[in-house]
C-alpha cells in the first residue's frame, strides 16, 4: 500500500489546476443508462470512485472508452440491473444507479450501502421517494429489489435535504409517466450539474437548485456531450492549504460562487480571497499575523459544507485562540481529530461539537487516513508541520483527489508518494 510523506514548513506559492468535480461526475455518469444515445463527457475526474462506477456501468451493458479529456458512453441495451456488494461496499455512492435502472428497464437489484467511516449513511428516502412513484420495493440478504412496469410522478418530500437522494429520484422521474415534484430537494451545486446534463439530453427538468424540483416525464432520452462542473470541494482544500501555509495559490478552473462559505470564513482568519470568473487567488496571513479563530457551522447548500469541515479543522488547529466546529451533517465526521491530536492539535470533542484551542504550531507524526476529506486535513496539517509526517491508508485519499501529491509539490510542497513496506 501507498502512503504519502510530507516535510512541513513550506509556503505554497503559484498556480494550481481544479479536476473535474466527482460528486457530479458520480451522478452524472449513472444517469448515462438512461439513454441508448451516445454521450461525451469532459472533465470527469480520473479518481478511483470513477473507475468503480465506470466498472459497473460496463457490468450492465456500457461501452465506455477514454480520449483524451473525453470519456465516450453509450448504454445500447441494459444487461444486467445488478450492482453487487463488492462495487457498492467500496462506493456507497453506487446507490445512484438505482433510480436510473428502474426508469430504464424497471427493475433494479442493488446492494444495500453500508455505514461509512463518517456515518450509517441510510438510504430510507430514495427507496420511499422511489415506491412513492409505483416501485415495489423490498430487501433481502442485504441486496435492494426493485420493480416497476413503469415508474408515475409523484409528490415527494424528503425529510431531510438528500444529495443523492436528489439525484437518484430526479434521475427515475425523468423517465416517468407525468410530473414529479421534490420538496425540500438538495439544493448542491452538483444537483444543478445533473440537471444541467439531463436536460442537455431531453429532459424537461425545472428548479434545480432550490428546495423545489419539478420534473415533466418524457418518453426517452437522446445524448449529447457535457463538461462535468470544476469541484468545489478540491478547490476549497486548495484554499485552506494557501491559507495554511501562509503562501499565494492561483486557484484555476473553479467557480468560486460555489464556495461563498468558505470564502467567507477563510477571510475571516485573516487570509486574502481575490475572485474571477473561474479562479481565485488565496493569499494566507502574513508571518507576523495570527491565524484567527472562527466557528463553523455545517450545513446544507449553501451552508458551509460538510466535506470541508475536516480541511477547515486542520488550519484552526494553528489558529489564535479557541474555535468551535459544529458538524450538523455526519454522525461520525470526527475521525481526523484522533490523528490531529497525534500531531500536537488540542481538540475535544463533545457530541456534535469539536472544540479547537490553537496552537503555536504541530509536530509532523505517523498518521492515519480512515476517510477521504480527513485524509486531506491530515495533508494540510502535514504541510505546516514540523518535521515529517507519514499518512498511511491514502487509498481513501485517492478516492477523491486525483494526484494531490504532483499537484502539490509543483507549487513548493516537499511531498510524496511512496510505497509503504509491511
Ligand atoms: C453526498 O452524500 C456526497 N456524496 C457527500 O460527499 C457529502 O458529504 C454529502 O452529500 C452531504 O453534502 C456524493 O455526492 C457522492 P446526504 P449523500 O444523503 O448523498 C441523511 C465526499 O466526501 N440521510 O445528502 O450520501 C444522511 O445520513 C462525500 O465527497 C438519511 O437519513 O449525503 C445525512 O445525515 C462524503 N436518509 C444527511 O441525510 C437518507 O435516505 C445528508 O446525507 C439519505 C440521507
Redesign the pocket.
Known amino acids: 500500500m501507498d502512503k504519502i510523506v510530507i516535510s512541513g514548513g513550506k509556503p505554497l506559492r503559484g498556480d494550481i489546476h481544479v479536476s473535474g468535480a466527482?460528486?457530479a461526475a458520480?451522478?452524472i455518469l449513472a444517469a448515462t443508462l438512461l439513454s441508448k444515445e451516445d454521450h461525451i463527457l469532459y472533465g470527469v475526474p480520473k479518481l478511483m470512485d470513477v473507475e468503480t462506477i465506470q466498472r459497473l456501468l460496463c457490468s450492465m451493458g456500457a461501452d465506455i472508452k477514454e480520449e483524451g479529456d473525453a470519456c465516450l458512453i453509450r448504454v445500447k441495451a441494459i444487461k444486467s440491473c445488478e450492482a453487487p456488494y463488492e462495487s457498492v461496499k467500496t462506493m456507497?455512492?453506487a446507490i445512484l444507479v438505482l433510480g436510473p435502472l428502474l426508469a430504464r428497464c424497471g427493475e433494479a437489484h442493488v446492494s444495500l450501502p453500508g455505514g461509512c467511516a463518517?456515518?450509517?449513511?441510510?438510504?430510507?428516502?430514495?427507496l420511499a421517494g422511489l415506491e412513492k412513484m409505483g416501485a415495489v420495493i423490498s430487501i433481502e440478504h442485504g441486496v435492494i429489489h426493485a420493480k416497476a412496469r413503469r415508474l408515475s410522478g409523484a409528490h415527494v418530500y424528503f425529510d431531510?435535504?438528500?444529495?443523492?437522494?436528489t439525484e437518484n429520484l430526479m434521475s427515475a422521474a425523468v423517465l416517468a409517466e407525468g410530473e414529479t415534484v421534490l420538496d425540500n430537494a438538495?439544493c448542491?451545486p452538483?444537483v444543478v450539474d445533473l440537471a444541467r446534463f439531463l436536460n442537455g439530453c431531453g429532459a424537461r427538468i425545472h428548479g434545480a437548485g432550490t428546495e423545489r424540483i419539478t420534473i415533466t416525464g418524457v418518453s426517452s432520452l437522446g445524448g449529447g456531450s457535457y463538461r462535468v462542473m470544476p469541484d468545489r470541494?478540491e478547490a476549497g482544500t486548495f484554499m485552506v492549504a494557501a491559507a495554511i501555509t501562509r503562501g499565494e495559490l492561483a486557484i484555476l478552473e473553479c467557480d468560486p460562487a460555489y464556495l461563498v462559505s468558505v470564502i467567507d470564513k477563510l477571510q475571516d482568519t485573516g487570509a486574502t480571497v481575490t475572485e474571477g470568473k473561474d479562479f481565485m487567488v488565496v493569499k494566507g496571513a502574513p508571518a507576523h499575523k495570527k491565524i484567527r479563530s472562527v466557528d463553523i457551522k455545517t450545513l446544507?447548500y449553501p451552508g458551509f459544507?460538510?466535506?470541508m469541515q475536516a480541511q477547515m479543522m486542520a488550519l484552526m488547529a494553528i489558529s489564535d485562540g479557541l474555535s468551535v466546529i459544529t458538524e450538523t451533517?455526519?454522525e461520525g465526521r470526527f475521525n481526523h481529530v484522533a490523528e490531529l491530536r497525534r500531531m500536537g492539535a488540542e481538540i475535544r470533542l463533545e457530541g456534535s461539537h469539536a472544540f479547537i484551542k490553537g496552537v503555536s504550531s504541530l509536530s509532523g507524526a505517523p498518521v492515519m487516513a480512515s476517510d477521504?476529506?480527513a485524509s486531506a486535513a491530515l495533508i494540510l496539517a502535514g504541510l505546516i508541520a514540523q518535521g515529517e509526517t507519514d499518512i498511511s491508508r491514502i487509498y481513501h485519499l485517492d478516492r477523491?483527489y486525483a494526484k494531490i501529491e504532483d499537484k502539490l509539490s509543483q507549487v513548493g510542497a516537499s511531498i510524496q508518494r511512496v510505497k509503504e513496506v509491511i
Open positions: 466527482k460528486n458520480l451522478p456507497r455512492a463518517i456515518g450509517p449513511r441510510p438510504i430510507q428516502m430514495h431531510l435535504p438528500t444529495v443523492t437522494g438538495a448542491e452538483e470541494i446544507p459544507p460538510t466535506d451533517i455526519f477521504l476529506r477523491g
